[in-house]
């Protein structure tokens, strides 16, 4: 069975770290690229970051570039965000999910998804 499963998230003040992890059960890990989502209170779900199957090309959104990363170890069917500079307005929380193809940027195109992990930021 197909499990996607967050941890890392919790409570944090602003200007702190926290480093998502979501450890995947596929079979052809390296075969999927992987995404972070979140949805904060009250709002959609929106994009953070991808990373493609070679872990080399990323995309960011602008709200996080500079201070997240999101980064991949196939040989642990593991992916992780690393969150740094964190602020109030970072607080949602995150989805880790995966796709096999299509538009990285459309949530649509992901097949998987992890349960979700709170993070809260605090000012």
């Known amino acids: 069975q197909v499990q996607l499963v967050e941890s890392g998230g919790g409570s944090v003040q602003a200007g702190g770290s926290l480093r998502l992890s979501c450890a995947a059960s596929?079979?052809?890990?390296?075969?999927?690229?992987m995404g972070w989502f979140r949805q904060p209170p009250g709002k959609e779900r929106e994009l953070v970051a991808y990373i493609r199957r070679s872990g080399i090309t990323t995309y960011y959104a602008d709200s996080v570039k500079g201070r997240f990363t999101i980064s991949r170890d196939n040989a642990k069917n593991t992916v992780y965000l690393q969150m740094n500079s964190l602020k109030p307005e970072d607080t949602a929380v995150y989805y880790c999910?995966?796709?096999?193809?299509?538009?990285?940027?459309?949530?649509?195109?992901?097949?998987?998804w992890g349960q979700g992990t709170q993070v809260t930021v605090s000012s």
């Open positions: 999910a995966a796709a096999i193809s299509g538009s990285y940027y459309d949530m649509n195109s992901y097949q998987y």
């Open positions: 596929l079979r052809t890990f390296s075969s999927y690229a």
